[in-house]
């Protein structure tokens, strides 16, 4: 990474710490304190399942939020406030600066998610004394909702590339939504035929499969994660931040600032 | 050399949602200026000084033209590090401190990390910010802003610095220091860009001036010889209102007030108009040049239609 790119996401992770972005954490830790003398009215086999599927649903509620709400505004933001105006009269590229605002709310997001996930252990071993391999498979479930997070900041950063913050909001929202049920989608396109068949299977490309990367059912029921599956959503989710960051990169570089 | 050579730029703006219509920011704009002059662009709101140094800047894209900057093509990446921009009314990342700012500026600048830890207390220093150096910029005033702002735009050491509105916001004080600031930039030997609309900044500050109207060139002149070249009209007071009838003939109307008497004459009248009083016996009270300001050729600029001289 250039140290240019670099210097600008560190620039966008400071800014989330100092604008309190983080403070969702101590959401997170209320949630799990509030929700424990809830979990204890019940057998410890349902507990866990549970705890796991509380808190992974709140990690991803959580970094999805942040996504689509920060992802829309790093570049609006800096328009709006014309702080890009000496950034971009510098030798930095448009490019750059969209992969270092890129890298920079990924990274935020990894701290929040490893806060997290790390707050979720702590409370897991406080419910069941010690850790079993099945609870390492977690991580996995965890791994996959960072990938789905950096899909939705490509997508978040691509709309609020062309249009207002309250549209990109909405047609980021509106991807999670429909990637969520991407599934469906597939099967929808198989089955129809036509143009409503043609139209169903553009839509099913376009829209990201972010159910391929939720497995916090499966994980709670301790259901083992195959390796393929871990390397082709890695590999998915790449190609697809990859598409959606060149897509802003294009769209941003011809854009007049005002 | 030419530090900052203007080819033609030009940009119309779509406007509207549906129906797009074109409005004309800045009309095909030829500007030359040499190495280490400090040069003024005048004109009023909206006369498209924000335009020009946007497309300078690679914030816009022209709808025409070309620009050239030390030699160089405008958009060349090369070319940034060479040149140092002040955006009109200057916002920078408030959750940053001055120093921290200067930093980050300066790793976007390629200013090695020795340089920065050198350049920035000294940069702080001159522009009175010492002492803030470690305080959030969301308490800062706009003038301190401002003086942030120029640190900014001179950290890398460029060799041409544009300022859009430098001293816009400024109270009488703010506005002597950044007026001794851009003097002391072009006694290093720095070009300076500088756009404004407040005139008396450039006649203090400038070898020479532009004038901006509605997107066009108005007009472009050595400030030292429009000022010469306006001082060419005298005021006469004079005692003894029975003469204004004879005054008539120098064209303006001579005003009266009470026993005092006083006329506008150009330079090339003045004996006559003297020769006038004399013989009508009137009691000559003061003879003293008017107007030669800045001001006089920009109001005649902007009175006028266009004109493109480089």
Known sequence: ?258 | MLAVEILGLEKVYATGFWRKKPKVGLKSLHLEIPEREVFGFLGPNGAGKTTTLKLLMGLISPTAGTARILNQPWRDPAVRSRIGFLPEQPYFYDYLTPVELLDYYGVLSGVSLADRRLRIPKLLERVGLAEQGRTQLRKFSKGMLQRVGIAQAVLHEPEVVFLDEPMSGLDPVGRREVRDFIHSLNAEGKTVFFSTHILADAEALCHRVAVLNKGELRGVGVVADLVAKNRSRFEIVWQGPSTVPAMRIFGNEPQVAGETARAIVKENELQAALAVLKSQSAQLISVNPVGGSLEEYFLQKLGESAEVPR
């Open chain 1, 1 to 258: 990474m250039s140290r240019r790119i670099w210097a600008i996401a560190f620039n966008t992770f400071k800014e989330a710490v100092r604008d309190r972005i983080l403070y969702n954490l101590v959401f997170f830790a209320l949630l799990l304190v509030a929700s424990a003398p809830l979990l204890g009215e019940i057998s410890i086999g349902v507990q866990r399942v549970l705890l796991i599927n509380l808190s992974l649903s709140a990690i991803s509620i959580f970094g999805i939020v942040i996504s689509i709400f920060v992802g829309i505004s790093l570049v609006s933001k800096e328009i709006e406030r014309r702080t890009l105006y000496p950034v971009l009269s510098r030798q930095v590229g448009r490019g750059e600066f969209i992969i270092g605002k890129y890298c920079g709310l990924a990274g935020t997001l990894l701290v929040n998610t490893a806060a997290m996930t790390a707050g979720f252990y702590v409370e897991l071993l406080l419910m069941t004394r010690s850790f079993t391999r099945a609870d390492a498979n977690i991580l996995i479930a965890i791994y996959f909702l960072f990938l789905q997070f950096i899909v939705i900041i490509g997508l978040a950063l691509l709309f609020s590339s062309f249009s207002s913050p309250l549209l990109s909001a909405l047609f980021a929202l509106s991807m999670f939504v429909a990637g969520t049920f991407a599934v469906d989608l597939r099967a929808f396109a198989t089955m129809a035929h036509g143009p409503e068949g043609w139209l169903a299977r553009a839509a099913s490309y376009v829209v990201p499969n972010l159910a391929s990367l939720n497995v916090i059912t499966r994980v709670s029921h301790d259901q083992l994660i195959a390796a393929g599956l871990v390397g082709y959503n890695t590999l998915y989710t790449f190609v697809y931040a990859a598409a959606a960051a060149s897509g802003a990169v294009l769209i941003f570089s011809r854009r007049d600032l005002k």
